[in-house]
């Protein structure tokens, strides 16, 4: 069980191929689109939508995408009325970046209020600078490495999603390029192509362990070899 | 008359129905310069819908009643942001007429101010941002001030639904697909302020 997501476009067509992207990078999470009028039309429909909340709902909550204005009130108008509108959140991010990341942080078994933080990159508790929350007296563990992506699609699309989900286990902040590795669309953002030396930093009780894990995942071409 | 009960309420959906269907061209043109175009479309598309379903009341519905199966049909209906506006105004309305089988002219601001209300909650539109707001708005204000008479408040909200329809032409749009635009929306008349006037209108001229 993960949490699920719903793609809310005026377009059948746009909600369609934002699941089909998501769901590449998530195979296991749940993603329902609401795309378009009753009709087949360019608009977006009440019933759709709220078929599509049922069928994403698992139980562990759904997060909504919209890509414009009226299907933010359309998908708003669905929560009035549904039954447990505390399991649904409405996002406030870019339908497809937005979807992808939330996709992402749902197959990594986040909860609710972790999906919606990764559609709309803010970044997750982990991320806040390390001196906050440390005793200076006595810093945490940390942990470097610097890898050449050696896959061939550098840290793109999946290679980045494993990344994140690597990343996302292990209780400790953990960087690439000075961008938190737990956020899809920082990771994403950073367009690292093959052959890059990319290089990870990791504060926190699991430093060490997750900077392994990632020399790991590197090893193995980050899901790609 | 006294009261405004359920048949009225009838009478006035009816003719918002065929008003819409005889004025949807317009509608759609004012969304078309400003907006995705569909306005009137999709008005017309609800409201035939409404009309469907007209039939499946009691026979001596409420005002409440009828304004509900309105606000259920455009809400799944109508497909733009039209539908979740008007349709949470009706449910609004609605909710404020309750069970009572007639509307006097307090009750009748009620379910205007409403109706209002839920607008402005669903779209958080503020006045002058070149919405459907800037005429209910103005309507609220001025069937609130209009006295005792259910005419004359609805006469009232219908003057200055127009008066504020008139009103957008100069604004740029803060909300919808309009507020794309920035300054080329001055001078367009916003299509969901304008039928905001049409629906209030209609319900000055409905007997």
Request: glycine residues 10%; contains cysteine.
């Amino acid at each position: 069980m993960t949490v699920g997501l719903v793609i809310v476009s005026h377009s059948a067509r746009i909600a369609e191929g934002v699941v089909e992207l998501a769901a590449q990078m998530a195979a296991a999470v749940e993603i329902a689109p609401a795309g378009g009028t009753d009709g087949g039309g360019i608009g977006t429909s009440f019933d759709k939508v709220q078929a599509a909340l049922t069928a994403a709902d698992s139980g562990d909550g759904v997060v909504v995408l919209c890509d414009l204005g009226s299907a933010v009130l359309t998908a708003e108008t669905a929560l009035d009325f549904a039954d447990d509108p505390e399991r649904i959140r409405i996002a406030d991010a870019p339908i497809v970046e937005g979807a992808v990341a939330a996709a992402v942080a749902a197959a990594s078994g986040a909860s609710l209020e972790q999906v919606l933080a990764a559609a709309q990159d803010q970044a997750p508790a982990a991320a806040q600078p390390a001196t906050e929350q440390q005793d200076l007296s006595a810093p945490a563990p940390s942990a470097v490495a610097e890898i050449e992506l050696a896959n061939q699609h550098g840290l793109h699309a999946r290679p980045a999603a494993e990344l994140v989900r690597t990343a996302s286990g292990f209780d400790a902040q953990v960087t690439v390029n000075g961008v938190d590795a737990k956020s899809m669309l920082r990771v994403l953002a950073l367009g690292l192509d093959r052959g890059t030396v990319a290089r990870f930093e990791a504060t926190g009780a699991q430093a060490t362990e997750a900077i392994a894990a990632i020399e790991l995942l590197a090893a193995d071409g980050f899901g790609e070899s | 008359m006294s009261g405004l009960d359920g048949a009225w309420t009838r009478r006035w959906i009816e003719a918002i129905a065929a008003e819409i269907a005889t004025r949807k061209s317009e509608l759609t043109a004012l969304d078309r310069a400003i907006g995705d175009g569909d306005h009137g479309e999709n008005l017309d598309r609800g409201f035939q819908a409404v009309l469907g379903k007209l039939d499946g009341l009691d026979d001596a519905p409420t005002p409440g009643a009828v304004l509900k199966l309105v606000a259920t049909t455009l809400i799944s209906t109508v497909g733009g942001a039209a539908g979740p506006l008007y349709g949470t105004a009706f449910l609004k309305a609605a909710m404020a007429a309750g069970d009572r089988p007639e509307l006097d002219a307090t009750g009748l601001v009620e379910v205007l101010t409403a109706a209002r209300d839920g607008i402005v909650a669903r779209g958080k539109a503020e006045p002058n941002d070149k919405t459907m707001v800037d005429a209910w708005g103005p309507a609220v204000e001025a069937a609130g001030a209009a006295g005792d008479d259910v005419r004359a408040v609805l006469e009232a909200a219908a003057s200055a639904a127009a008066e504020g329809a008139i009103a957008t032409e100069p604004l740029v749009a803060h909300k919808g697909r309009a507020s794309y635009l920035g300054e080329r929306a001055i001078g367009h008349r916003d299509p969901g302020a304008e039928s905001t006037a049409l629906i209030l209108r209609v319900a000055a001229d409905t007997q």
